[in-house]
T-cell receptor, first 114, second 112 residues
C-alpha cells in the first residue's frame, strides 16, 4: 500500500512569513499532485510534478519533486491570508491507472494570520 | 464550461434511510470517480466508472454502497441503510480518458 505522509499537520504563521510543507512516502510515485481545499469545497489542483528533481513555480508557490520521486515539498513565499487552506498531496496508485485512482496524504492545514 | 456538479450539497438522513448522491461530470468527460473524506481524515478513493461500466470499485465498502454511471444522466452514489459512520463529505471527480481529474464541490452527508 502506498502511503503519503504530510507534515506538519497544522501550521499557523503570520502574514508575510515564508513556509514549507512536506509530502513523504517510502514508495516511488510516477507523479505527485498538490491540491488546496477550502472549507466546504472540493480540492482544487495546483500543480502536477512528474520528473524527479522537477521544480515548478506558481506565483509565490514553489513545488519540488524529490530526485527519487518519493517526496515533494511546497514552499510559499510571503504568505498571505488567501493562502489559508488545507494542502493535500496526491499520487497515482494501482497497477493500471493514471491519475484516476489517487492516494491522498492527510494534509497540512495552513492558517495565515493577518 | 460548467465544472463537476454535485447535488445535493448537504443531505441529512436518519439511520436506516437511503442516501443518493448525484454527480454530473464536466462536459466532454467520460470518466467519473467518487472519493470520500471522513472527518479529520484524508480523501479516500471509492470507485471509478465509465458510462455503464464500473472500472474499479476497490475502495467501496462491500455492503450497502453502490455506484452507477448510466448512459444518460448523472452518476449516482447510493448508500442504503445509512449508519452514523457514513457521515462524511463525498466528492465526485471527472476527467477525459487518461487526463487530469477535476473535483466537484462535494456532498456533505450527515446521518442522525
Amino acid at each position: 500500500t502506498q502511503l503519503l505522509e504530510q507534515s506538519p499537520q497544522f501550521l499557523s504563521i503570520q502574514e508575510g512569513e515564508n513556509l514549507t510543507v512536506y509530502c513523504n512516502s517510502s514508495s516511488v510515485f510516477s507523479s505527485l499532485q498538490w491540491y488546496r481545499q477550502e472549507p466546504g469545497e472540493g480540492p482544487v489542483l495546483l500543480v502536477t510534478v512528474v520528473t524527479g528533481g522537477e521544480v515548478k513555480k506558481l506565483k509565490r508557490l514553489t513545488f519540488q519533486f524529490g530526485d527519487a520521486r518519493k517526496d515533494s515539498s511546497l514552499h510559499i513565499t510571503a504568505a498571505q491570508p488567501g493562502d489559508t487552506g488545507l494542502y493535500l498531496c496526491a499520487g497515482p496508485s494501482g497497477d493500471n491507472f493514471g491519475n484516476e485512482k489517487l492516494t491522498f496524504g492527510t494534509g497540512t492545514r495552513l492558517t495565515i494570520i493577518p | 464550461n460548467a465544472g463537476v456538479m454535485q447535488n445535493p450539497r448537504h443531505l441529512v438522513r436518519r439511520r436506516g434511510q437511503e442516501a443518493r448522491l448525484r454527480c454530473s461530470p464536466m462536459k466532454g468527460h467520460s470518466h467519473v470517480y467518487w472519493y470520500r473524506q471522513l472527518p479529520e481524515e484524508g480523501l479516500k478513493f471509492m470507485v471509478y466508472l465509465q458510462k455503464e461500466n464500473i472500472i474499479d470499485e476497490s475502495g467501496m465498502p462491500k455492503e450497502r454502497f453502490s455506484a452507477e454511471f448510466p448512459k444518460e444522466g448523472p452518476s449516482i452514489l447510493r448508500i442504503q441503510q445509512v449508519v452514523r459512520g457514513d457521515s462524511a463529505a463525498y466528492f465526485c471527480a471527472s476527467s477525459p480518458p487518461g487526463n487530469t481529474i477535476y473535483f466537484g464541490e462535494g456532498s456533505w452527508l450527515t446521518v442522525v
